[in-house]
């Protein structure tokens, strides 16, 4: 049966095994393409959300490798529009070149999106996502200092920029993404969550900072009228128990049992947390709408009921 589906890809679905060069994520990205065309040749209408973590993190370390006075490094809200663009172009070119070797006759388009968020969201006020290199103390407090950033220790690792992750409130190309989708186009969008921008009387000013790329999936899926949110993510299907002798997969379950699963501390914040809440978002908004979890080698199983966790009122 035909769906409109919201994809949510993850970061790393662009660095698989390691992959850093451009033509190394290129070649991910044509593996990618094919499991994306899978659906379409399916007759699926596909939306593509990704994340952006290893990419807008090499932006950022060759932004501070190569800064200099005549070429000062940009602020974060600028480097994620430059990985939605570089992205979006990996994805594009991929999935184009993918439907014309099957002879499908459909265009891609990649929209460089604006998410709104709110100011009094309390995320500006306790900044937690980690981005950039790694600094020992005494330059980053530096940094902090001279730059006003935000600095943390990261899990021993070394101390890192640490910015908010707000929630996001709506989509400034909201009717440019919908438009393309009801014609038929494969839209990428809504890349690495968005950029983060307030609305201040109608107008748009950028802020620092990285919104979940699931929940803005799951808006993004409420606005194009959806039936499926498909998150993308490194695991087959969510588990409870995670790596315990009583680790067991979820195949088929009900949003008020998995918030129980959540309220009960069995999904890691900043890992299948946000995953798990932005498919209990997307569920919630309309009775009918269904939220799967799986990889991206299971996800055409997924979708016929045979993999992948899927999440239902």
Do not use: C
Request: proline share 4%; no cysteine; charged share 25%.
């Amino acid at each position: 049966m035909k769906q409109r589906i919201v994809i949510a890809l993850g970061g790393n679905a662009l660095q698989i095994n390691g992959a850093a060069t451009a033509d190394e994520q290129k070649a991910v990205a044509s593996f990618t393409a094919q499991k994306i065309v899978d659906l379409v040749e399916d007759g699926h209408d596909l939306i593509i959300g990704h994340g952006n973590g290893p990419q807008v993190g090499a932006i950022l370390l060759h932004e501070e490798a190569g800064s200099t006075k005549e070429a000062p490094s940009m602020p974060l809200e600028t480097d994620g529009a430059m990985s939605q663009g570089q992205i979006g172009y990996w994805l594009q070119q991929a999935i184009g070149d993918e439907l014309r070797s099957r002879h499908i006759d459909k265009d891609v388009a990649t929209v460089i999106t604006q998410t709104v968020v709110s100011s009094d969201d309390p995320a500006f006020e306790s900044p937690s996502k980690p981005i950039g290199p790694f600094y020992d103390e005494s330059t980053a407090r530096e940094l902090a200092s001279t730059r006003g950033w935000t600095v943390k220790e990261d899990a021993g690792r070394g101390w890192r920029r640490v910015v908010p992750s707000p929630r996001p409130a709506d989509i400034v190309e909201r009717r440019v993404i919908k438009g393309l989708a009801d014609r038929g186009i494969l839209v990428v969008a809504a890349g690495g969550g968005g950029v983060p921008v307030l609305n201040k009387n109608g107008d748009l000013t950028g802020v620092d900072g990285v919104i979940d790329k699931d929940f803005a999936a799951s808006l993004l899926g409420q606005i194009v009228e959806a039936s499926v949110l498909l998150i993308l993510t490194a695991v087959d299907a969510v588990t409870i128990g995670y790596k315990t002798d009583h680790e067991t997969a979820l195949t088929d379950v009900g949003v008020s049992e998995l918030k129980r699963y959540a309220e009960a501390g069995e999904f890691a914040p900043g890992s299948m947390l946000p995953k798990v809440q932005a498919a209990v978002e997307f569920v919630e908004y309309r009775p009918e709408n269904v939220a799967i979890i799986t990889s991206i080698e299971q996800a055409r199983a997924a979708l016929e009921g045979k993999a992948g966790t899927r999440i239902h009122r």
